[in-house]
């Protein structure tokens, strides 16, 4: 499985923005997709996850209620919709996959990872 992570960009504080995902190779064997972020100088943190096949979604305390995660199976990309951004979510933001049947808010439950899109928000 393949990721390519896209749409980062420079907004300003209060704006929207929608990264993409899209997943190539053995896309039939996806459990799960998920958004995780690192900012600089941080851990990475978990953002968002949903099932490949369901509707089943998980989100990060710091983003409930201003991000979405959906996915489109048909284009194989799965999306996240930043609403109401700040300055504490500049961060790369990185998708992940796995095969198992856990949705996971750990990095350690996905075994596949996209490069990464940066996402700077100014205040």
């Known amino acids: 499985v393949q990721l390519q992570a896209s749409g980062g960009g420079l907004v300003q504080a209060g704006d929207s923005l929608r990264l993409s995902c899209a997943a190539s190779?053995?896309?039939?064997?996806?459990?799960?997709l998920a958004w995780f972020r690192q900012a600089p100088g941080k851990e990475r943190e978990f953002v968002a996850a949903?099932?490949?096949?369901?509707?089943?979604?998980y989100y990060g305390d710091s983003v409930k209620g201003r991000f979405t995660i959906s996915r489109d199976n048909a284009e194989n990309t799965v999306y996240l919709q930043m609403n109401s951004v700040q300055p504490e979510d500049t961060a790369v933001y990185y998708c992940a996959a796995d095969r198992r049947g856990v949705l996971s808010t750990r990095d350690s439950g996905y075994a596949y990872w996209g490069q990464g899109t940066l996402v700077t928000v100014s205040s």
């Open positions: 949903i099932r490949w096949g369901g509707r089943s979604t």
């Open positions: 190779g053995r896309t039939l064997s996806i459990y799960a």
